[in-house]
């Protein structure tokens, strides 16, 4: 079997492609945590990509792909083999349509389509992460997901480039058929928004952004929110009796309530903290680890299955 080494200088042959090794993954997730991985790529070619998989399976390494790095959990050991990012972050608009690359941060699109006075997109401003995440997820907020705009996706499906419309993406409640398929790697989004007033449109936009960044700093070592939410038409009943009708928020339940009810707020493990004002945000407050980051939420989901008899699910990826 090729040795590191030996996979690291097939991958520095191919054009427009940046290759490391032993890099650090804590440098590349926003919760600041993460060993390195034996080799890591960056590129936004898709035929450099293409080429960079098809020498990690020639050589036998394993390869994982990751976005921005917003919403993982990356083990304390790091990854044995190669990270590989797309990052390409092309923005192009085309009356009422956009094509986004997935390298593209999500508040850059969100702005994009605001300035441009295109309609659909910006109740998403201040979520994390890049374009093809944000699909992999259906990301959304206040009453609104990506999904409802998302024409066509443009993907790798680990043999050929394909293409999806909305309806084969199979999209629903922070779901997607690419989050059952990992080893689909979105290239690029189109999208179809509305015309509106671009000044009204950024007010929107604006004022969510204020509040997710009290709540969510961006210096903050956090994924944002831990866990989904609940549908209230998937409880059962003998749970759905408990939950106040305040709390009800567009036939969902936030997973913090659930969490308070728990005692969540203010918990930690080492450096790994639960807001004391928000029980559904975990962060890194220095020096925090995987293994703590994990232990704690596996406090969470038991004290919640304990009381409750249910699942709190993570929003968050895994990697090693």
């Not at 209230?232 to 969490?259: D, H, M, N, Q």
Request: with cysteine.
């Amino acid at each position: 079997m090729p040795t590191t080494e030996e996979t690291q200088l097939r991958l520095a042959e191919i054009p427009n492609l940046t290759v490391s090794a032993h890099t650090p993954l804590a440098c590349y997730t926003r919760f600041g945590i993460g060993g390195p991985a034996d080799l890591f790529a960056e590129t936004r070619d898709e035929q450099a990509f293409l080429a960079a998989v098809a020498a990690a399976r020639e050589s036998g390494t394993p390869v994982c792909v990751t976005g921005g790095g917003t919403n993982l959990i990356v083990s304390d050991l790091g990854f044995r083999g190669l990270v590989l990012r797309f990052s390409e972050d092309t923005l192009q608009a085309d009356g009422a349509r956009i094509a986004a690359g997935a390298g593209a941060a999500l508040q850059d699109l969100v702005d994009f389509a605001n300035h441009r006075g295109l309609q659909g997109l910006e109740t998403l401003a201040g979520i994390p992460g890049w374009v093809g995440a944000a699909v992999y997820g259906n990301a959304g907020a206040y009453g609104h997901s990506i999904s409802e705009r998302v024409a066509a996706v443009r993907f790798f499906d680990g043999a050929r480039v394909r293409m999806l419309v909305n309806r084969q993406c199979e999209f629903r409640y922070r779901e997607s058929i690419f989050k059952r398929h990992k080893e689909w790697i979105i290239f690029q989004v189109e999208l179809t928004l509305d015309a509106a007033s671009a000044v009204e449109l950024e007010r929107i936009s604006a004022d969510i952004l204020k509040v997710r960044n009290e709540k969510f700093p961006p210096t903050m070592k956090c994924a944002g929110s831990i866990f989904k939410n609940f549908l209230l038409r998937e409880l059962p009943l003998a749970v759905a009796a408990e939950v106040p009708a305040a709390v009800v928020r567009e036939g969902k339940i936030p997973a913090a309530w659930f969490l308070e009810q728990v005692g969540a707020k203010g918990m930690q493990l080492g450096d790994i903290h639960v807001a004391a004002y928000h029980a559904n945000l975990i962060y890194n407050a220095g020096q925090g680890t995987a293994r703590d980051l994990c232990a704690l939420i596996a406090e969470l989901k038991r004290r919640v299955r304990e009381r409750f008899g249910i699942e709190v699910e993570e929003e968050v990826q895994y990697v090693g």
